[in-house]
Each structure stands twice: as structure tokens, then as C-alpha cells.
């Protein structure tokens, strides 16, 4: 999706939102790990259901610099061909515009036995460090150190080891997963992610040839292969959109079926939307979901998967602003997640922040006026904001909406809300 920085959403109030609609593919959180676990297995990979999010862009072009042909051969289709020899150096004019392009440094260290990955540094939501990164490669027999702004790796044969994370971390998990599929021997990689994503990235790692097992528990286990396969993958339902119109129509109003997406990926969420008043049950091909009136104000903690994702707090706070009473949020994975607070603030939200901690205490109605987002999911709190404010709210600066969202104003606008992106 290309725009110009000038673009911006308008958003008024409008009626509850109706209707079905299929959640795009799952590019920024899964399929670009894929795409990146693609350097490991020489030769043609296709992506299906990978819509063209901004973040696509970027890894295709850290790709294109590590040495792969990659092009789009649909309108969400693409192609990688890492058959040719491979340059094991991720720029960092690419990788500072996209944190997931350090994704990069275990398929390269397995596939090229070295990686030099510019460190992307901290960004709008924390510092987020690198350490169990590295220490994990360590302990499969790399070199791993930082120098001059690089993460330089190196390893004549990772071996396979016992890795126990200090915390499940998502990149450490994956970048590990990927580092051991063809290392030599068994690696156990303890307290590791159990996110969908990291499930699915399994999946595909298996279906080129990789042997592993417990993916999606806290323990996973591969034994190392000579070689993979390249293959094609179909990308899975985006449950952080999904998760984020459950929650427009929690703050909207109304009844909503989404198409693809699976409930017990967000299980937590729907939890906590039940406990609101919304009612959100599975259904044969996706989730339903009907909500009536304020929510109830529910407090919320984010935890690692299966809890409740960091993903969802932002806009969780959205619908704490509009709810019937008090709420507490409280934000346990990044330390500068609540920086879009400020800007909800000025749309007539009651929020006070202390460290991890947000006290939301609901009133009636926020009062539309322009607003920027600092990152994509602060982005679409604003626009779901938006839904339940009075007169118009303009969302600024949606080149972070669009790094992660296929369309968030087309979606919310198929479903009736009142929302037209505007070329400013
Ligand atoms: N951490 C460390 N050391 C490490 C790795 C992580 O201290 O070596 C800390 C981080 O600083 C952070 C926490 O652990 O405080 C969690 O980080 P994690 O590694 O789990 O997150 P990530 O892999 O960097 C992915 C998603 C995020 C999502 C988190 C948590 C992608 C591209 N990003 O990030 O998505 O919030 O997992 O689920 O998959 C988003 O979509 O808006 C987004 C930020």
C-alpha cells in the first residue's frame, strides 16, 4: 500500500456496525517470518494471503539486499527466490524502519554461517533489547557480538543446545527456531513464545522438511536436518485485526461476523469482551460477535500468549475510555507503551498513567478532533476512538496504521462505520 505522508483518516460517528467480512492474511506477524525463514531453503518460495502491507515493503527490499529475487506475482502473492548466492549483511537505513527484518539473523547464520544485522535500536513502544538473541545463538556455538551499531554473527556449524529464554520472547524464540532447523544435532529452546505466529512459523518450517515439535507450548524441541525445501505457504486469518474490529464493535456497537480468523487465537481478548457485555462466540468459518451499549469496565493486564496480548492494549484503553466505570491497564512487555494516551486524552478521555499502570475511568462520549498515531496499533486506538467520539476525529501520521493494517478504514467502512481515508 504506497501513500502520501499527508494522507489521514475522518472518522465521525455513525451506526453500529453490520455485517460480514473476511480478516486479511497475517503479513506483518507472521508472513514476513516466513518470508525470512525462505533464505533457508535455496530456491522458489511463494506466500499466499499476504496482503501488501507497508512492513512488506521494507523486508522485500532487506531481502532484495541480502541477495534474493523477490517479486509480487498477484495482488497478494509473492515469490522469493533465494537460489543465488546470498550477501549476509541487513543494512541499517532497512532495518531501522522495521524491527522484524532482525528476523533475518538466524536463517542467514544457518544458511550462510555468518550475519551481520544492524541493530535496530529502541523504537515508539520501548526499548526492546536483543540480548536472549544472541545469547541463545551463543549457546548453539556462534560468535555473537555487537559492534559499530551491527549484530555480527558467526558460526563454522551451529550445534543444537539446550536454551532456556529469560522470558518467551517472539523474536528470540523465532530467530532461534530458525537458527536450529539446520543446526547439527537437538536443540530445546524452555520458556519459549507460544504465540500463534510462532506456530505457524513451525508449520512452515516442517512443511520444507525441518524437524520439530512443541511449537506452541513452552517447549520446543528440533532436531537439525542437512537441507529444507522451498515451498508454498498460505498465511493464516491477521488476529491482531481481527481482535481490533471485535473491539470497533465493542465501542460502535452493533453485530459483526469476521471470516477466517480463529477465536481460540485471541482467547484472552474475548474474555475479557465478554466480561464488557459483548457476546463473541466461534462460528463455523470465523467469529460472530453483537454488542449493545457502553462496556463494562474490566481491567486488563498484558501477559505473553495465551494472556492477554500487548497487541490489544491500545485500543483495550479505547474501549475502557468509553465504558461504564473504572478500569486498570496495566502493561507488562514494553516500557513506553502508553504514548498514544496523550493524544486519547485530548479526545475528552479521563486516562492518568504511572510507569506500566493506566487508570481509564470511562465517560459517555469522547469529542472528535485531529490526532496522530505514534505507532500502528496506537494508530487504530485513535480510529476506534473516532467511532465513539462526537463530531469528526482526524487521524494523522496512518503510515504507521498502514505498516501492519491491509486497510483499516476500508474494513471498518464495510461494516458501515462512517470512515474515508483523505489525501490531505
Ligand atoms: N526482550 C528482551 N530481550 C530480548 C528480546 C526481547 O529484553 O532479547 C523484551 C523486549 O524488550 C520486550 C519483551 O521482551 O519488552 C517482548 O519482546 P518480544 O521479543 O516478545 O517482541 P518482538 O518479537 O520484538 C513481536 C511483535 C510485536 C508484539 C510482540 C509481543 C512482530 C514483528 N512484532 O515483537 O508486535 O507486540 O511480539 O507479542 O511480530 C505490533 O504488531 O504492533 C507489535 C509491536
Known amino acids: 500500500m504506497s501513500e502520501s505522508p499527508a494522507e489521514y483518516f ?50 522485500i527490499e532487506v531481502m532484495r539486499a541480502l541477495g534474493a529475487r523477490v517479486e509480487w506475482v498477484g495482488p497478494e502473492t509473492l515469490e522469493v527466490d533465494t537460489g543465488g548466492d546470498l550477501v549476509p549483511e541487513a543494512p541499517y537505513e532497512l532495518v531501522s524502519k522495521m524491527r522484524a527484518s532482525v528476523n533475518v539473523l538466524g536463517p542467514l547464520l544457518g544458511r550462510c554461517g555468518s550475519a551481520r544485522v544492524a541493530l535496530p535500536g529502541g523504537d515508539a513502544i520501548g526499548s526492546r533489547r536483543l540480548d536472549m538473541h544472541l545469547r541463545g545463538l551463543e549457546a548453539m556455538g556462534a560468535e555473537a557480538h555487537i559492534e559499530h551499531g551491527f549484530i555480527e554473527a558467526r558460526a563454522s556449524a551451529l550445534r ?12 528470540a524464540t523465532e530467530n532461534l527456531l530458525t537458527a536450529a532447523v539446520l543446526a547439527k544435532g537437538k536443540t530445546v529452546i524452555d520458556n519459549a513464545a507460544r504465540e500463534p505466529e510462532i506456530t505457524a ?10 524437524q520439530i515439535t512443541g511449537a506452541g507450548t513452552s517447549t520446543i524441541e528440533v532436531d537439525g536436518v542437512d537441507e529444507l525445501v522451498p515451498v508454498e505457504a498460505e498465511l493464516m486469518a491477521d488476529r491482531i485485526e481481527a ?21 481460540e487465537h485471541i482467547e484472552m481478548l474475548t474474555l475479557k469482551l465478554g466480561a464488557m457485555g459483548m457476546k463473541v462466540s466461534p462460528t463455523a468459518d470465523g467469529i460472530w460477535a453483537f454488542s449493545r451499549g457502553r462496556p463494562n469496565a474490566v481491567d486488563i493486564a498484558t501477559l505473553p500468549h495465551p494472556g492477554f496480548a500487548t497487541d490489544f492494549m491500545p485500543t483495550a484503553v479505547s474501549l ?27 479526545m475528552g478521555a479521563d486516562i492518568r498513567t504511572e510507569g506500566r499502570h493506566a487508570v481509564v475511568r470511562g465517560v459517555p462520549r469522547l469529542s472528535g478532533c485531529p490526532v496522530r498515531a505514534t505507532d500502528v496499533r496506537a494508530g487504530a486506538a485513535l480510529v476506534l476512538a473516532g467511532l465513539a467520539a462526537e463530531g469528526e476525529t482526524e487521524v494523522h501520521d496512518v503510515v504507521h496504521v498502514d505498516r501492519g493494517y491491509r486497510d483499516l478504514p476500508g474494513a471498518l467502512a464495510a461494516l458501515g462505520a462512517d470512515i474515508t481515508r483523505v489525501n490531505g
Open 320 to 346: 475502557a475510555a468509553v465504558s461504564c466505570g473504572s478500569a486498570i491497564i496495566t502493561e507488562n512487555l514494553f516500557d513506553g507503551r502508553f504514548g498514544f494516551v496523550a493524544e486519547l486524552c485530548r
Open 243 to 263: 481482535g481490533t474490529l471485535l473491539m470497533a464493535c465493542g465501542i460502535a456497537g452493533g453485530e459483526i461476523s469476521l471470516i477466517g480468523p480463529r477465536l
Open 160 to 171: 543444537g543446545a539446550r536454551i532456556v529464554l529469560e522470558f518467551p520472547s517472539v523474536g
Open 10 to 59: 475522518r472518522i465521525r460517528p455513525g451506526a453500529p456496525l453490520e455485517g460480514e467480512i473476511k480478516v486479511s492474511g497475517a503479513t506483518k506477524n507472521s508472513g514476513l517470518k516466513q518470508l525470512a525463514a525462505a533464505i533457508l531453503a535455496p530456491g522458489v518460495s511463494v506466500f499466499h494471503n499476504m496482503p501488501p502491507v507497508l512492513d512488506a515493503t521494507v523486508m
Open 201 to 210: 512459523l513451525s508449520a512452515y518450517l516442517t512443511r520444507m522438511g525441518a
